[in-house]
């Protein structure tokens, strides 16, 4: 049975490749499957380089993702259950220039309004001094700052570097 530092010295790094897993050093450690051994769960953000991930790992990752995606997505459309003269009226409705498809007060479904129509709603909403206020523009601006500051402290607390 080997120490972790001995297995360390051995592989020369603690960065070690894929090769080194959780089953082999757990091996070299003489750990039992449901034995608890702290060194093996030693938390760490590092994430060994692209070119020690055997290809046939990122193959089968590869292939899991894409059938797991196959479950959730289908490349065939739902049936329709118009018949042939609402999907003609419902094809000139949404290709009118005119009307807007927004979402109805109160979660009733999308509707059809005219551009002018929806302007003169939401200036209405505006202009409700019970639930608005206009701020000048650096009180905005401060706004805007402290709003922009809580949104990358989140995208630094919660996501990954190699997304954002």
């Not at 490349?75 to 259950?81: G, L, Q, T, V």
């Not at 479904?109 to 650096?138: I, W």
Request: glycine letters at 4%; proline letters at 4%; aromatic letters at 10%.
């Amino acid at each position: 049975c080997y120490r972790l530092e001995d297995v360390q010295k051995r592989a020369g790094t603690k960065q070690w490749s894929c090769c080194f897993g959780i089953a082999f050093i757990s091996g070299l450690l003489g750990c039992e499957r449901n034995e608890y051994h702290p060194a093996l769960y030693t938390k760490s953000d590092w994430r060994p380089p692209n070119v020690y991930i055997p290809a046939t790992v990122t193959n089968r990752i590869h292939r899991f993702h894409q059938r797991l995606k196959r479950e959730f997505y289908s490349r065939h459309s739902a049936f329709s259950n118009l018949d042939p003269n609402q999907r003609k009226y419902l094809k000139a409705i949404l290709d009118d220039p005119r009307l807007l498809i927004v979402n109805a007060d109160k979660g009733l479904g999308p509707c059809a309004v005219t551009y002018e129509q929806y302007v003169q709603d939401v200036l209405k909403h505006l202009e409700d001094r019970s639930t608005y206020r206009r701020l000048s523009e650096l009180d905005a601006g401060r706004e805007a700052q402290i709003t922009a500051t809580m949104i990358n402290d989140w995208c630094d607390k919660w996501l990954d570097d190699e997304r954002v």
